[in-house]
T-cell receptor, first 110, second 113 residues
Framework: QKEVEQNSGPLSVPEGAIASLNCTYS??????FFWYRQYSGKSPELIMF????GDKEDGRFTAQLNKASQYVSLLIRDSQPSDSATYLC??????????FGKGNQVVVIP | GAGVSQSPRYKVAKRGQDVALRCDPI?????LFWYQQALGQGPEFLTY????????KSGLPSDRFFAERPEGSVSTLKIQRTQQEDSAVYLC???????????FGDGTRLSIL
């Protein structure tokens, strides 16, 4: 079992709609969770982090964490063409390293 | 600079050659990480430094991979006797300290012919 799973294929959403991304993790003891956005050929850019169960909102982004079910999700409201990118879910593991999922590509259609 | 700087951005080498990849972290950042990202995959952890101390090298795929950070700032990832499977993007990240978010450089795209 992989440490972090992002199983959905590419996600196409119309401009202005909500994009929803999900991620599950294997280690129940994990405490810190991150969402990175990566444009093609560019570095991963941190957009959200969450440590506590529940929702955390930052602008158009909302991260949701459910430790009992071992999943973390990202909602993007009012999707814009500039949101088209790959979104990487990451979980902090021992010695501060990040374990990443393989990423989900989001395409926002104008 | 304002962000993590990596050089070169692109490196092409013949199989069997040695390569060296450089990372200049954000000024003052204590923690430095190297990751390897294959096409279509998420980054995979290679190694971690706190200042000049290499605290975790469990992700290095073989003894051909070596990393150093002698003065606790700039880091170099060296790959000896490169193989085709070493072709990937090598990402460097830094953070102000333990348990702080990591900030990534743009990476070095390594192609082994």
């Amino acid at each position: 079992q992989k440490e972090v799973e992002q199983n959905s294929g590419p996600l196409s959403v119309p401009e202005g709609a909500i994009a929803s991304l999900n991620c599950t993790y294997s280690d129940r003891g994990s405490q810190s969770f991150f969402w990175y956005r990566q444009y093609s050929g560019k570095s991963p850019e941190l957009i959200m982090f969450i440590y506590s169960n529940g929702d955390k909102e930052d602008g158009r982004f909302t991260a949701q964490l459910n430790k009992a079910s071992q999943y973390v999700s990202l909602l993007i409201r009012d999707s814009q063409p500039s949101d088209s990118a790959t979104y990487l879910c990451a979980v902090k593991r021992g010695n501060n390293r990040l374990a990443f999922g393989k990423g989900n590509q989001v395409v926002v259609i104008p | 600079g304002a962000g993590v700087s990596q050089s070169p951005r692109y490196k092409v080498a013949k199989r069997g050659q040695d390569v060296a990849l450089r990372c200049d972290p954000i000024s003052g950042h204590v923690s430095l990480f190297w990751y390897q990202q294959a096409l279509g995959q998420g980054p995979e952890f290679l190694t971690y430094f706190q200042n000049e101390a290499q605290l975790d090298k469990s992700g290095l795929p073989s003894d051909r991979f070596f990393a150093e950070r002698p003065e606790g700032s700039v880091s170099t990832l060296k790959i000896q006797r490169t193989q085709q499977e070493d072709s990937a993007v090598y990402l460097c990240a830094s953070s102000p300290g333990y348990n702080q978010p990591q900030h990534f450089g743009d990476g070095t795209r390594l192609s082994i012919l």
